[in-house]
Structure formats: C-alpha cells, structure tokens
C-alpha cells in the first residue's frame, strides 16, 4: 500500500503531462458568471464622451470588470457623460444608482489616448476619484481596467484585480504553449511553445518573470523566463524530478521539489539558480513547496502520516507541523497575499474540490462544486481564487470568490487550459 501511495503521489505536478488536451491557437478565454457578492452596490456607469475613437470600448470593459467580481448591479444608461459635465446626482440616485462613473477619450498629437474619469457618490452627492491617464493604443484596455481597479477599492475597500495577468498551460495537437493573458482573458501572448509537456508556471512577485518545469530536456527540468526578453535560464536539472517551483515574496529564492537524493524532498535555490539547500529530511514524498506571504515559512504536501497532507514548517528548515485534518487526501497548498487562509485540493467522496482553510481558527468550507479541480491561485488581492477544473471531460479554468458566493467558468470553445496561476499587482 505504501509503494503504490508513493507512486500516485510522486506523480503529483507531473500527471498534467500526460493528459490529453487540445486548444486552437489565439483562442480567446469565454468568462461566465454566476452568483454575487453578499451586498451588491447599484452604479451606472455613463458611455465616456469621444470614447469610439479608441481601439476598445472602455466602458464596456470596466462594466465587464466589475459585473465579473459579482459586487456590482450594473444600472443600465443610454447616457454620454464627459467627466467635465454637471451633473445632477439626485436624478441618478432616483434611478437607483448609488455610484456614477463618467468619463471622456481623447486623442493626443502623439497617437496616445487620454482617458479620463470620475466616481461620484450619488448618496452623499460627493466626488470620490478621478484619475487622468494617457497611454498608447494597445494599452486601452490596460487603461479601462486600472480605471475598474480604482472604482472597485473606493467602494468595495480592497486594491482591484482586473489590471493583472493571469498564466496557464495549453496544448495544441503536438504543442504545449505557455500563454499569458489579461485578468479577463484578452490580450493574450504566447511566453513559451514547446513538442514536450510545460507545467507547474509561478509568477515571480514583480511580474516580470515566470518559473515553470519543461519536459524538453525529455525529463522535468526547471526554468525561470523572463517575460519581456524572453530569455530564460536553469534553475534546477539534478538527477530524477525537477519540479513544482515557488517564489519567495521578495523574488531573490525559489522552493522547488527534487527528487535528486531519491524520494522527492523539498529545497531552496537562489532565483539563478545557485545556492541550493536540502530543507525537508523525511523516508516519504515531500513536495509542492509553497512560500507564506512573509517569507518565514513554507507549506508543503507530504505523505509522511500515511497520506497527502499539508504541513508547514519554518523557511529555514526544521520540524514541520501538520496544517490539514479533514479528509485523507490533501494537495497544492496556496496561500492567500494576506497569510491567513489556506486554499488546497482536497479528495473526499472520489472528488477532487477546492477548499479553503482559515489559519486562524481553522475552519474549514468547500468552494467549488466540480469534481476535478487542481492548481489553486489566489488573486493579488486576496478576493478570488482560480483553478483548473473539468467539464464535460475537457479542461478549463475558474475562479471563485473566497467566501464562495461568485463563481466563474472560463473556456476555449474548442480547447482545454491548464495550471493557472495568477499574477502579481502591476507595479
């Protein structure tokens, strides 16, 4: 019993490989919503003035954004309101508007596009942001969700993640692809293509680089590529597995698995791949390292109490305690910007589903209602967690609100995504 635990669990991070999916090329993520936020504020949000001279529509992208994160009613409006206009806030707030975005573009001598904007509280007839930004025309969408990210911390509280980046795993006939893509789905690029299997992909804290374990060398090797110049180095190509990386918070180390010494434990290494460290000394499979949002600690998955559970112990090595007791079966540690709730994959009942576990009090609740899920990804701000899933025997990705009330599906109509991971805030 034991060697074939072993087995099935030295797979894990790897079994991605070996699954048959296909995506066309340039597909485009399609996002479906479900649920809302446990209070939704009513806003409407004016067509900005001058804004069909853009590539995109920015109004309709910040009503996407903030209809997605479920704590928004969206007050429908024929209306075209510059940010310069007078407006009268009581007639909105009779429309049933709390909040009113106004805004206008205009096009710069230098080819930029000006957009500018204003949030007014219809309640209390006060202005509660403007911001005025000028960026190049492949950026207008950049633009329409910073402007979304702002309306959504002066109402809901928290910093917004629509002005973030989101990256997956797709295979493609032979290909494997690693693509990045906006929070939504749109604008995506392809960071690496490959005939052999990529995956385990992390974001490094500043967003410039992403590490992730390719097949190319016919076994699994990990890399760190840096996104602007495409140039990427080795991180970690010892004897037997290479895998499942993670960044430290301030970006100078990764924790990765190695299999080096014989069964997989977990180490340290410098982000060039220097000063490795053996952390974990254990008889059982240790793997799936994971960084607290401090850097003191790291969480793993290991089998050292008869199956998969997480445990924690301190970045510097050490005994470990155990962190999951419900269930048999716990995988893919994440931790939450915050550092206090856990997500992971929990096997009860033959089904694979997110969970999510308060640090503080140990409460624990289910999120997802799939039965496939893997690879948990907090968002930036804590607020949302994506994951990979199935339906319909075909991959795809989605995103649940922590509290679970606001669920997400997000799909290529006629292909199937892997192993997100969600980036950090754009500086």
Not at 41 to 60: K, M, R, Y
Not at 94 to 113: I, M, N, P, T
Not at 116 to 128: E, G, H
Not at 178 to 201: C, W, Y
């Amino acid at each position: 019993m034991k060697n074939k635990l072993h087995q099935l669990f030295a797979a894990i991070g790897l079994v991605l490989a070996a699954v048959a999916f296909s995506a066309p090329a340039n597909a485009q993520l399609r996002i479906e919503t479900s649920g809302v936020g446990a209070t939704q504020i009513p806003i409407a949000i004016a067509g900005f003035s001058n804004e069909d001279l853009a590539p995109q529509q920015v109004t309709a992208i910040i009503k996407a954004d903030l209809a997605r994160s479920g704590f928004f009613k969206i007050i429908d409006t024929g209306d075209v309101i510059s940010e310069a206009s007078q407006v009268n806030l009581g007639d909105w707030k009779a429309r049933g508007a709390d909040a009113l975005v106004v805004g206008s573009v205009q096009r710069l001598a230098d080819g930029r596009f000006d957009v500018r904007y204003r949030l007014m509280d219809t309640v209390k007839s006060a202005q509660l942001s403007a911001l005025a930004m000028a960026a190049a025309p492949q950026y207008t969408r950049v633009t329409a969700h910073k402007i979304a990210d702002d309306i959504y911390e002066k109402l809901i509280g928290t910093r917004g993640a629509f002005a973030t980046r989101i990256a997956y795993i797709i295979k493609a006939g032979k290909e494997y692809r690693l693509e990045v893509a906006d929070s939504d789905g749109e604008g995506t690029q392809v960071a690496l293509r490959s005939n052999e299997p990529i995956i385990s992909p992390a974001w490094s804290p500043d967003g410039t680089k992403v590490a992730y374990v390719s097949f190319e060398a016919k076994k699994p090797v990990v890399y760190v590529q840096n996104l602007i110049t495409k140039q990427r180095i080795v991180v970690a190509n010892y004897k037997g597995s290479n895998s499942a990386p993670s960044w430290s918070p301030d970006g100078s180390k990764l924790a990765i698995a190695l299999a080096r010494d014989g069964l997989t434990q977990v180490y340290v290494v410098n982000s060039d791949g220097g000063g490795l460290r053996r952390l974990t000394q254990t008889n059982g499979i240790d793997t799936e390292p994971q960084f607290s949002a401090d850097g003191q600690n790291i969480y793993f998955t290991s089998d050292r109490s008869g199956g998969p559970q997480i445990y924690k112990m301190s970045a510097s090595g050490g005994d470990a305690q155990r962190v999951t007791f419900g269930g048999t079966y716990n995988i893919s540690p994440r931790i939450s910007p915050d550092g206090k709730t856990l997500a992971y994959i929990s096997q009860r009942g033959g089904r694979f589903q997110l969970y999510a576990l308060d640090l503080s009090n140990g409460q624990e609740q289910r999120l997802s209602d799939t039965v496939k899920d893997e690879s948990p990804s907090f968002s930036p701000n804590g607020k949302y967690i994506m994951y990979a899933t199935e339906s319909g025997r075909r991959g795809s990705l989605a995103v649940v609100s922590v509290d679970g009330r606001v669920k997400q599906r997000l799909t290529m109509q006629a292909g199937d995504i892997r192993e997100p991971t969600w980036g950090p805030f754009m500086k």
